[in-house]
């Protein structure tokens, strides 16, 4: 049974990985009302976070090529570092020391007494009202080529909220970029790259850590066998989700979040689910 709680799992993580509804808040949720209603734990969550970034990388190869051949070579002295992709390698750098940072030093908390269903729905609410204001209200007139080192500060702050299951790395992201001006697409396409070696510095940490011990209710083999399924699931989602926002507002992601974080509310209440 643990093996098909843990392809159910993959498949919600590669859902909702990229979409601004909180991957790590559906794996905490959708764990309550599995078989074994249990939490999937923050390893679980990290070392399957590697199957959709995995995904990414492949999405974007050939910007992420480029983006590291001119970031080599600028630091080599064979090319500007006012070249388009030299700026962006060193902004993606940049945006990632806030979440590197505060992971370290909220490790335990991350793991622990962050992992709340109360904190989640409040989360989840909390950060729809955000969505919803800076996709009503952000000007959407920046394209990526006029991201700053201060906006890519930004951002690198907003991704860090992400570490509190509920906020949405994406979601978190996207909604900095709408306020400070950027396209839909644009703050979209730049979450995806800055999440890449976040993600996998994270997840990466978390699976040395799980060799030889079972890290939550999951194996290490299930829970590569979850990496795998989400995997294949994002790849198709990223391609859906940048030609939605290209033309779409994000109001049925807000709706959702707040309907979401309602119902673990009075799941919550209820006694149904435990906290």
Known sequence: MQWIEAIILGLVQGLTEFLPVSSSAHLRIVGEFLPGAADPGAAF???????????????????????????????????????????????????????????????????????????????????????????????????????????GILFGFAQALALIPGVSRSGGTITAGLLMGYTREAAARYSFLLAVPAVFGSGFYKLIGSFGEQSGPYTLGQTFVATVVGFAVAYFIIGWFLKYVSTNSYTLFVNYRIILGLFVYIMLGAGIISA
């Open 45 to 151: 969550t990290a070392i399957t976070q590697l199957g959709t970034e995995a995904a990414v990388l492949v999405f974007f190869w050939k910007d992420i090529i480029r983006i590291l051949k001119a970031w080599f070579a600028a630091v080599t002295g064979r090319l500007s570092h006012s070249d388009p992709d030299v700026r962006m390698g060193w902004l993606i750098i940049i945006g990632t020391l806030p979440i590197v940072v505060l992971g370290l030093l909220f490790e335990d908390m991350i793991d622990t007494v962050f992992r709340t269903l109360w904190l989640t729905a409040t989360m989840l609410v909390v950060f729809a009202v955000l969505l919803a204001f800076a996709d009503a209200y952000g000007r959407q007139r920046k394209p990526l080529d006029q991201l700053s080192v201060r906006d």
